[in-house]
């Protein structure tokens, strides 16, 4: 069946859109896709049945394919059917379930799921003639790969594994600064007296402690066992993480190579009509890297959907020199994007979503 989208239409494709980019061929799975495997404003994607060990991390660029780059790079296979660990600081190429043959006016703009950030498993898509990661243009036919370099915990992975989602955007989707001071005029986007909207609405962090009996983050182990990334409240927390009293002076030092939990100051909220995505990191703010995943989707912390204003996340990773971060100090900005048209399922309860209405809080992985 053909997929059409109107001559004028303009935002980020929705769930039910998705599922008939499936019927029509646009999105190409190699099997059936499995429940969940929809989001409200995104698709999760899955790994194939082999990862390879490759000697770096690579761009194909505009005149190589990615298979030809791992012919070159590859060390050795790994067959995935029946699990397998990978193992930290390797990186690996998997090839996806999902190809694309997308049509001439969609993008698309891959990132790495919420509980795969959590875990500080650094994971980017790639495809064929590209020059960036997690960016497919438009009109691309091809496959998908992931690049995968598990940071702190070897994980155990298999084929059908879900570790980034892709979304797919028609037009010019992003919110100027006046359509957000608009917007959150009639919807309050965050519980902030005098938010800061220029450039996205501005997020965070949170060191005081008083949201969390006193704590502020965690950080993560060595030397631990290994994660399985398909088993949900498999852990004890205490194994893989130590948690990090507030101090007097509101204060964190970030040490180099270590990575951390925390969470942000504000309590935001995506409408219905919306979704939102954590804007790269600002590298003249600071040495640290904040938040591997970066969609929210529409309804996170969305009264109507079982929130009532969600806490971001923040995955943080110091650089090469000890840092120091301030109680409310700006980490990252949340871009607000107009969906094509509101989803038949929002991010909350009746989905089963695991961080709606969160604090501080890790990965579905771990139980406290």
Known sequence: MPF???????????????????????????????????????LDLRLGSVAYRVR????????????????????????LSDGAVLETNCVYIVPLLESLALPPNIVATANPKSSTGRLDVFTRVIADGVRRFDMIGAGYHGPLYAEISPKTFPVLLREGSRLSQVRFRVGECALKEAELLDLHEHERLVDSDNPDFNGGLALSVD??????????GYRAKRHTGVVDIDRRGGYPADEFWEPIKAREDRSLILDPGEFYILASKEAVQIPPDFAAEMVPFDPLVGEFRVHYAGFFDPGFGYA????????????VRSREVP??????????????????SQPDALYGTRIGSNYQAQGLKLSKHFRL
């Open 4 to 42: 059409n989208l109107p001559a004028d239409a303009t935002g980020i494709l929705p769930d039910r859109l998705i599922a008939q980019m499936a019927d029509a061929g646009v999105i190409l799975p190699e099997y059936p896709f499995v429940e969940s495997q929809i989001q409200p404003a995104s």
């Open 56 to 79: 770096a991390s690579f761009l194909p660029g505009p005149d190589a394919t990615v298979a030809e780059r791992i012919d070159d790079l590859k060390l050795h296979d790994i067959d």
């Open 207 to 216: 060191l005081s402690g008083e949201s969390a009996n006193g704590f502020v």
């Open 304 to 315: 109507g959907a079982g929130g009532q204003g969600s806490r971001a996340v923040l995955e």
């Open 323 to 340: 840092f120091i971060l301030e109680h409310g100090q700006i980490v990252g900005r949340l871009v607000y994007e107009r969906m094509l």
